[in-house]
């Protein structure tokens, strides 16, 4: 934390542009009162919103956008649109006054009484004292008073505003601190984040890192299990439907008092309330809790009185709506590296010169466009130099930045150009560059505003127009965008265009949606194709071209749909909007086939243990995003030989599904990278649901050292797609929207993928496939062999599946939630806790005589590592994955003092008792430290073996019965 020379407290993460936008408020010059268009005094607006990460300039190459912020005269204010689960809500206490008091602006008066405020907050049980609390709220509100003065007599210019901005930046560092990917709301002298098991370590080390820096910082906290943001103002958290907060504006107390009466709750004393229409508007209140709570986060809770279906969901629906998350990855090309600065011939003492000199100072602009010197706007001389080896420059210059973009303060304005032409120029410019579009536009506002004080015209004006040239964009498109929207062959789900291809489905690829659009162009649209595409495709997001698409099956000839009952239905092809296309009827008849016989008999060979389980897994495709996908919550791992089968089955489904004239499969993932499938934008929208994917299957999924790892990021996706959450896709030429993949995920694969994230773990649910096809063939009811190629190539065979896949989807509809989630219990799962790790370390546990997590207690790592890779010739393997691998089987990794050292990262039990006594025992048994791990000879002691860690397990095993897992022995896998 600093201090600067204007008296502002700044911190690490502060924007250089919040600290110009600042100063310049501060300077009497700039920021006096304005009048708007009725002639009413108003003051100058700090900045416009601001969309992280687009607010911080991370280079010419990427860019991330997520949260919006707003940095404002009274404070920070930020929402990141979401349902969450496990929240915090952290309050700064007397923010405003503690940051005076430590600026040194509050008189001699203001901080005795500031001090006694915070002698009673040190009293034990002071809430208790009535007279106590009385005295603290009436010193709040005198210091709340002094701090919302504007003058302090000190001859400084707006006193007031100098906490302000010095809390502004404070906040802004502490949500940096937190990081802001998990920051979900912040509310000036508070926020909402999302929290993990160690937060109370956590907040006590954050506590301590800013109380160092600023004594008489204070916070409370408390813990909610959900919360719903809407917007920095609006929000819910909920604990239970009667522990909870609410400030979302369509329900809470308040807002709806004064929707009955017109009166503020806020404005009125206690005697002015009606107390009747307050017990009213609580209870509605606490009707929209329960709603949510009940429906949303504890479906099993028993209890509530039932509510019509419509009514339910008609609040809750008006929420989730408003819930999402934007995260938009983006590359562009740069050609160009200029230096920019001011001209000699400038004045140096003006402010406008120290304006626009902080604009420019230590940074690089990258661009494909030639610049020349010239004078801008502010009639400044510009000097303009391009760097010829852009290495060399960073090597040897001050640079911080390089922004790939042309900066609006170095642009000039024509002479008969007005400023509002100017600004249509400028935003147009931005627009184009694609790239650090806050930054450009917080930069273009303060420039126009600056101009408008240098030529004496409204700065608010200014910054009024260029908010409306923003919300402009692409309203020439209006009338396409109704056109296509009432084509008889769209539909716009989730404001995505759908059209209806050549079955009669519903589809959002590119191929089909594009023949449709070039129906409405004229030949000059046509020619900026992609432009025009995007303008109308954003005006359909618009809440009035919403529709709502169906489930089913479309044949040729059919419509095949699961009604609520779990009844199979069938209709005519024609007069239903569904999404996905099916290659065969549905035909029950077919049970009576040879063909039936053949499929069952394969799926029996393909899971002899788990055959429910398989089918049940078929049964799902149909049930995509249904509540059976959210309440099972589980992806399937399907084991097997080489040669067992796995491939034949997703050939098979493929056969069922897709189109035979498409490129890509509604089946298979676009890529067989798990990880990538589900963090790369790209890959996350050719694997939209709305293209037709039913599921997302990976095919010979392959394990080694390096490339078998699930990671932590995929694996947090993942959970949330097979709980039906939208992600977000950036692919490559289009608009970043979110995305709904397929909730149903099977990785087929020879051995077990390593799953690094524990919740992700904990919802795999492996099916073993034993045997190849040459081992146990697939057979018609004579016990005649059927030919792989034959059985996948004969339609009937298809139309039997098709036909148990909507058999099963309609039992599972028709069984009770617990018969549902039985059928997956792990109990059934073929993965033991030693399957999730690598096969070749499973194969040198075995081959070593390790038999339980406890023979590893005590060893150092790196020497275990060393004999792994020398024993197992995998000289490629990363220390990283094996020490992962490690900790999946509960381990953890510590520096130990034992013995007169230190050594790092031993292996160790999480009841450190234990880990003391098992190598205390190694030591005075076998004379053997955690760096020796080759066991040792009792006759020679030489170092020889790994068998002899297991010493000491019947004894200490007797000792500590509550670490059970640590002795539970390994199951090896056949």
């Given amino acids: 934390m600093l201090i600067d020379d204007i008296g502002i407290m700044t911190f690490p993460s502060t924007p250089s542009y919040l600290l110009q936008a600042e100063m310049l408020q501060l300077n009497k010059e700039f920021s006096g009162r304005c009048e708007d268009e009725s002639g009413k005094s108003e003051a100058i607006k700090l900045l416009p919103e601001q969309v992280f990460n687009e607010l911080v300039a991370k280079g010419p190459f990427q860019n991330n956008s997520k949260s919006t912020f707003e940095f404002t005269k009274n404070g920070i204010y930020s929402a990141n649109k979401v349902v969450a689960h496990n929240v915090v809500q952290i309050d700064v206490h007397s923010m405003l006054p503690t940051f005076a008091y430590e600026l040194g602006l509050l008189n001699s008066q203001n901080q005795a009484l500031y001090n ?4 009673i907050e040190k009293i034990d049980g002071y809430k208790a004292n009535p007279k106590l609390v009385q005295e603290r709220t009436d010193i709040k509100f005198r210091l709340n008073q002094a701090c919302s003065t504007n003058d302090s007599g000190r001859g400084r210019y707006v006193n007031r505003l100098l906490p302000v ?3 502004m930046n404070f906040m802004f560092d502490v949500l940096n601190y937190w990081g802001l990917d998990n920051i979900l709301a912040c509310l000036n002298d508070g926020f909402i984040m999302q929290i993990g098991k160690k937060f109370e370590q956590e907040f006590s080390r954050f506590e301590q890192y800013y109380q160092e820096q600023i004594p008489h910082l204070t916070f409370s906290t408390k813990k909610w299990k959900y919360g719903i943001i809407k917007n920095p103002q609006e929000y819910i958290l909920i604990n239970s439907p009667a522990d909870y907060k609410c400030r979302n504006h369509e329900f809470d107390v308040n807002s709806l008092y004064q929707r009955e009466t017109r009166q503020s709750l806020r404005t009125l004393k206690l005697n002015e309330v009606d107390q009747d229409t307050l017990a009213l508007v609580k209870e509605k209140e606490g009707e929209v809790i329960r709603v949510l709570y009940r429906y949303m986060f504890e479906p099993d809770v028993d209890g509530l009185e039932a509510l019509d279906e419509q009514e339910r969901f008609k609040d809750l629906d008006k929420i989730l709506q408003q819930a999402g998350v934007n995260d938009v990855e983006y590359k562009v090309p740069k050609k160009h590296f200029y230096n920019v600065s001011l001209g000699d011939d400038n004045d140096p003492d003006d402010w406008a ?13 990258a661009t494909e466009d030639k610049l020349k010197s010239g004078v801008n706007l502010l009639d400044q001389t510009i000097k303009i130099y391009e760097i ?17 973009y042309i900066p609006s303060v170095i642009d000039p304005m024509g002479n008969d150009q007005t400023i509002e032409k100017w600004l249509e120029y400028e935003v147009n410019k931005i627009q184009q560059s694609n790239v650090n579009l806050a930054y450009q536009y917080n930069l ?3 420039t126009a505003q600056a101009w408008a004080i240098q030529n004496d015209e409204n700065p608010n004006q200014v910054v009024k127009y260029l908010t409306k040239l923003r919300k402009k964009q692409g309203l020439s498109q209006l009338d396409m965008a109704d056109m296509v929207y009432n084509d008889p062959n769209t539909v716009v789900i989730n404001g995505q265009l759908m059209v209806k291809d050549s079955h009669n489905v519903y589809s959002s690829k590119a191929s089909v949606v594009n023949h449709l659009l070039k129906k409405y162009m004229n030949k000059k649209q046509k020619q900026h194709f992609d432009l025009v595409k995007n303008n109308v495709l954003a005006l359909l997001q618009d809440d009035k071209y919403q529709d709502t698409l169906g489930s089913g099956f479309n044949s040729d000839t059919q419509t095949i749909w699961l009604n609520g009952k779990g009844k199979i239905q069938i209709d005519t092809q024609y007069g239903h909007v569904v999404g996905h296309h099916v290659n065969v009827n549905y035909s029950p008849g077919i049970v009576n086939s040879t063909e039936y016989y053949q499929v069952n008999n394969f799926i029996k060979h393909l899971a002899p243990k788990q055959e429910r389980q398989l089918k049940a897994m078929l049964g799902l495709i149909p049930l995509q995003h249904t509540e ?7 992806f399937i791992v399907l084991k097997g030989k080489s040669g067992a089968g796995k491939s034949t089955l997703a050939n098979l489904l493929e056969k069922v599904f897709n189109d035979p004239d498409q490129i890509g499969s509604n089946i298979i993932s676009n890529t067989q990278n798990v990880n990538k499938a589900f963090t790369d934008g ?3 929208a050719l694997n939209d649901t709305k293209s037709g994917m039913l599921m997302l299957w990976f095919d010979d999924f392959q394990s080694s050292s390096r490339n078998n790892i699930i990671t932590a990021n995929a694996g ?15 692919a490559k030429y289009e608009r970043d929207h979110p995305v709904t993949l397929p909730s149903l995920i099977v990785i087929a694969t020879n051995s077990i993928p390593q799953v690094t994230q524990e919740g992700t773990a904990a919802r795999m649910f492996v099916i073993d496939s034993p045997k190849t096809l040459k081992e146990d063939p697939i057979k018609d009811e004579n016990g005649n062999v059927i030919k792989v190629a034959d059985f996948i190539n004969n339609p009937k065979v298809w139309q039997a599946l098709f036909y148990i896949i909507m058999r099963e989807a309609a039992n599972l509809m028709k069984m009770t939630d617990k018969e549902r989630v039985e059928i997956f219990d792990h109990k059934y799962s073929a993965a033991s806790k030693l399957s999730l790790l690598n096969d070749s370390l499973e194969l040198f546990f075995e081959n070593q005589g390790i038999t339980s997590p406890y023979d590893l207690i005590g060893m150092q790592a790196n020497k275990l590592f060393n004999v792994y890779k020398d024993e197992t010739k995998q000289p490629g393997v990363s220390y990283r994955s094996f020490t992962d691998q490690l900790e999946l089987l509960g381990l953890v990794l510590k520096r130990k003092h034992f013995n007169g050292r230190t050594l790092q990262k031993v292996i160790c039990s999480t009841n450190d008792q234990l880990t003391q006594e098992k190598m205390k025992a190694m030591l005075n048994d076998f004379n053997i430290m955690p760096d020796q791990v080759n066991s040792v000879d009792f006759d020679t002691g030489e170092i020889r073996s790994l068998k002899a860690w297991h010493h000491g397990y019947e004894n200490l095993k007797d000792k500590y019965p509550h670490a059970n897992e640590v002795f539970k022995p390994f199951k090896f896998s056949n």
Avoid: C, P, W
Avoid at 353 to 365: D, H, I, P, W
């Fill in 165 to 167: 901005f010095s809390s």
């Fill in 682 to 684: 790209h890959y996350i």
């Fill in 628 to 634: 059976i996908m959210k309440e099972l919550r589980t």
């Fill in 116 to 119: 006694r405020k915070k002698s």
């Fill in 716 to 730: 947090t996706v993942i959970n949330g797609v097979i709980s039906g959450v939208a992600q977000n896709a950036s």
């Fill in 388 to 404: 010829q080896d852009i290495d060399d420059y960073l090597d040897n210059s001050r640079v911080q930045i390089i922004n790939n």
């Fill in 353 to 365: 010169y120290q304006f626009t000199k902080r604009a420019l100072q230590n940074q690089v602009f």
């Fill in 444 to 446: 273009l506002t303060m």
